[in-house]
T-cell receptor, first 116, second 113 residues
Framework: GAVVSQHPSWVICKSGTSVKIECRSLDFQATTMFWYRQFPKQSLMLMATSNEGSKATYEQGVEKDKFLINHASLTLSTLTVTSAHPEDSSFYIC????????????FGPGTRLTVT | AQSVTQLGSHVSVSEGALVLLRCNYSSSVPPYLFWYVQYPNQGLQLLLKYTSAATLVKGINGFEAEFKKSETSFHLTKPSAHMSDAAEYFCAVSSPRGNKLVFGAGTILRVKS
């Protein structure tokens, strides 16, 4: 149980275009999902917390107009990188929080974004 | 505020040897503590978690960790390393029911044959 998927697993886009990444909890309902960014050989950096039916909460320094997050259902959150630039190239990982018990987070397999 | 320090960005052990990955935390409230493993180009897999129950926590793949409040530590151990254990390991802390996981910088484990 507690499986989280991401789509796509990798994407290449041109500078100036937008790209959408999906995060789904496959076997549980997640009222809260998280988006992380991981640069090569570095740890995960929390970008934002996505709550179903409400606006996302962004961490300090993360541009909300650039990284649009939508959590339209209890099993789906999307991250849209708008007007992508090469410096946005990174590994994006989502997680979904189990709503009861230890509230642990289950992570998706990640999406490798390359902006050319 | 919470933080995690992982001592040693790289640890190398021989196959069959003891694995010890160090994690110290800082938290103003009773913490929940986690160890995750990440294989190249993959997401994170939960190894084990401490959520204020037993201080010695057993996880998957033979790993265990002990919560020591007096030392603010949550070190990860495995009695006998296997080649398949080679990966990057992250320690993380959150508050009970907390929204945010705060990760350490990670430790890359190399297993020599």
């Amino acid at each position: 149980g507690a499986v989280v998927s991401q789509h796509p697993s990798w994407v290449i886009c041109k500078s100036g275009t937008s790209v959408k990444i999906e995060c789904r909890s496959l076997d549980f309902q997640a009222t809260t999902m998280f988006w992380y960014r991981q640069f090569p050989k570095q740890s995960l950096m929390l970008m934002a917390t996505s709550n179903e039916g409400s606006k996302a909460t962004y961490e300090q320094g993360v541009e909300k107009d650039k990284f649009l997050i939508n959590h339209a259902s209890l099993t789906l959150s999307t991250l849209t990188v708008t007007s992508a630039h090469p410096e946005d190239s990174s590994f994006y990982i989502c997680s979904a929080r189990v709503p009861t018990g230890s509230y642990e987070q289950y992570f998706g397999p990640g999406t490798r974004l390359t902006v050319t | 505020a919470q933080s995690v320090t992982q001592l040693g960005s790289h640890v190398s052990v021989s196959e069959g040897a003891l694995v010890l990955l160090r994690c110290n935390y800082s938290s103003s409230v009773p913490p929940y503590l986690f160890w995750y493993v990440q294989y190249p180009n993959q997401g994170l897999q939960l190894l084990l978690k401490y959520t204020s129950a037993a201080t010695l926590v057993k996880g998957i793949n033979g790993f265990e960790a002990e919560f020591k409040k007096s030392e603010t530590s949550f070190h990860l151990t495995k009695p006998s390393a296997h080649m398949s254990d080679a990966a990057e390991y992250f320690c993380a802390v959150s508050s009970p029911r907390g929204n945010k996981l705060v990760f350490g910088a990670g430790t890359i484990l190399r297993v020599k044959s």
